[in-house]
């Protein structure tokens, strides 16, 4: 059986910890590679290989940094469908979603390759009688990033590309589910002509996490997952003096008023609930329906929902994969059970799915349960699922209202053919990312993404903007130049930025 190692220093190595955890492919239910799991020391020596690299890495030109920037994209670009494949086989989606993943990830590593002009400073011409005040922005050092399963390339990918065009070295810990992905990232880094030690990645499990978080080299950590683990990488990370930013979970409502193109919704409503199986943190969860919404678009929903063909992820046919591992498909039929017994009403049923030929897969079907009540525990949990759950109100404002008492504040949409609607919605809602006949409102890479209350721990959001303001640190310059005279040779070859 194959072994994933962690990838420092610009190599692959088997590391100092002698633990070893099992990946699984969801289709099949077997286990195909092992994967080394970091103790403190291989977190050390990650740290180390990054320190060493800042220390030229940081002081590159910026027509260096780019153009390993450009080269890293268009090798990223030439395997999108050899990553789209490693990703499938080990989380379970579809070939085509994770193609998907991969393509706007590169949005990132393209708005990144426009780091000449993302780090322009300011400069103020004689502040004072010959005084002069200009700023910058410089990098941090070593960063971290901790990512979830759900999308092992694009997520690394909010992070990575960003921290190193503005000359930060990094450390990834990828989950230990589908860790394979980083690898060969890793790989292309090194292909583009990235130094050693700039990129490296530490396999793991909460001994690695840990061992970042505490570490006095590390000097920011991004985090994507769970809301009770960012709250605890926000307070350890926090304690030990580290810039933070952690991204929690969701609930993310789509609202559905009468006045909407309802087989429209229905579509993309499904599309947003069941796609990747549910296992985005910008998946629609919860539709609530609005007055004589209801029952029509319930039936809408239900007929797509049982038109979805699931099936393995390299099956052309497979509009939808498995859940991610024996674990989850228990945990998602146990709160579908759940609902039924506090008195939702299941219309369409994903419990018990089998696939031919795939019988030990981790399959759970396309499921929408009805008259679901704020209490139930379907509505309260994060299902991380292929699971719609339609709540009902009497207004729009009654749903605003709804979405605003939810503890997440991640994405939301609204169905409307009304601008009034609309308009008071995304001013209403309190919410970072918002959908107007948009079901999953994730912004282009230019913009910067986060949501707000339990979803984000921490003051800045990813990528965009916010992430260059959040790998840099700013410094002004006041200097005043008396009057000298001197003469400087210069060379007659043309001038490059090199």
């Known amino acids: 059986m194959s072994v994933i190692e962690h990838w420092i220093g610009g190599s692959p190595t088997a590391g100092a910890g002698g633990r070893r955890g099992a990946v699984f492919n969801p289709a099949t239910g077997q286990q195909q590679h092992e994967v080394v799991l970091a103790d403190h020391a291989?977190?050390?020596?990650?740290?180390?290989?990054?320190?060493?690299?800042?220390?030229?890495?940081?002081?590159?030109?910026?027509?260096?940094?780019?153009?390993?920037?450009?080269a890293f994209r268009e090798l990223v670009n030439a395997n999108v469908q050899e990553l789209a494949g490693i990703i499938s086989d080990e989380h379970g989606k579809v070939l085509s979603d994770a193609a998907g993943e991969v393509q706007r990830g590169l949005e990132v590593v393209e708005f990144a390759c426009g780091i000449p002009q993302?780090?322009?400073?300011?400069?103020?011409?004689?502040?004072?009688?010959?005084?002069?005040?200009?700023?910058f922005r410089e990098p941090l050092g070593v960063c971290a990033g901790i990512t979830p399963f759900n999308f092992?390339?694009?997520?690394?990918?909010?992070?990575?590309?960003?921290?190193?065009?503005?000359?930060?070295?990094?450390?990834?810990?990828?989950?230990?589910?589908?860790?394979?992905?980083?690898?060969?990232?890793?790989?292309?880094?090194?292909?583009?002509?990235?130094?050693d030690g700039v990129f490296n990645v530490v396999h793991g499990?909460?001994?690695?996490?840990?061992?970042?978080?505490?570490?006095?080299?590390?000097?920011?950590?991004?985090?994507?997952?769970?809301?009770?683990?960012?709250?605890?990488?926000?307070?350890?990370?926090?304690?030990?003096?580290?810039?933070v930013q952690a991204l929690g979970g969701a609930k993310n409502h789509a609202i559905v008023l009468p006045d909407a193109d309802l087989e429209f919704a229905a579509n993309h409503l499904a599309a947003a609930a069941f796609g990747s199986a549910g296992e985005r943190c910008m998946a629609i969860s919860a539709a609530v329906a609005v007055g004589g919404?209801?029952?029509?678009?319930?039936?809408?929903?239900?007929?797509?929902?049982?038109?979805?063909?699931?099936?393995?992820?390299?099956?052309?046919?497979?509009?939808?994969?498995?859940?991610?591992?024996?674990?989850?498909?228990?945990?998602?039929?146990?709160?579908?059970?759940?609902?039924?017994?506090?008195?939702?009403?299941?219309?369409?049923?994903?419990?018990?799915l089998s696939v031919e030929g795939f019988e030990d897969g981790f399959f759970v079907g396309p499921t929408v349960i009805d008259q679901v009540e704020t209490g139930m525990d379907v509505y309260t949990e994060e299902i991380f699922g292929p699971v719609l759950s339609v709540v009902r109100a009497e207004s729009v404002d009654a749903a605003i209202a709804l979405v605003n008492a939810n503890p997440y504040g991640n994405g939301t949409a609204i169905f409307t053919g009304s601008g009034e609607a609309a308009r008071r919605f995304q001013r209403g809602v309190h919410v970072g990312m918002i959908g107007v006949n948009v079901p999953i409102p994730v912004p282009m890479a230019y913009y910067s993404f986060g949501g707000w209350k339990d979803s984000l721990f921490g003051d800045r959001h990813i990528h965009g903007p916010e992430g260059v303001s959040f790998y840099t640190r700013g410094k002004v310059v006041t200097s005043r130049w008396p009057h000298v005279t001197s003469v400087h040779g210069a060379s007659l070859q043309f001038p490059t930025a090199l």
């Not at 291989?42 to 450009?70: E, P």
């Not at 993302?118 to 700023?135: H, P, R, T």
Request: charged share 20%; proline share 6%.
């Open 42 to 70: 291989d977190v050390d020596a990650a740290v180390a290989a990054a320190t060493t690299a800042f220390g030229s890495w940081g002081q590159a030109s910026l027509s260096a940094r780019t153009k390993v920037m450009f």
């Open 118 to 135: 993302l780090l322009k400073g300011d400069y103020s011409d004689q502040a004072s009688s010959g005084v002069d005040v200009f700023s």
């Open 152 to 195: 092992p390339a694009m997520v690394p990918m909010w992070m990575y590309p960003v921290a190193i065009a503005c000359g930060n070295t990094f450390v990834l810990k990828p989950s230990e589910r589908d860790p394979s992905a980083a690898n060969f990232v890793a790989e292309l880094w090194r292909r583009a002509g990235l130094p």
């Open 205 to 243: 499990d909460k001994v690695a996490v840990d061992a970042l978080l505490q570490h006095p080299g590390v000097a920011a950590i991004s985090f994507v997952g769970s809301t009770p683990i960012a709250r605890y990488i926000h307070q350890e990370a926090a304690a030990s003096g580290k810039r």
């Open 293 to 352: 919404a209801g029952d029509p678009l319930m039936e809408l929903v239900s007929r797509r929902a049982a038109e979805v063909v699931v099936g393995p992820g390299r099956d052309p046919r497979s509009e939808m994969g498995p859940v991610v591992s024996a674990a989850a498909k228990q945990r998602i039929e146990s709160l579908i059970g759940t609902g039924e017994q506090q008195g939702a009403k299941v219309l369409v049923d994903g419990r018990g």
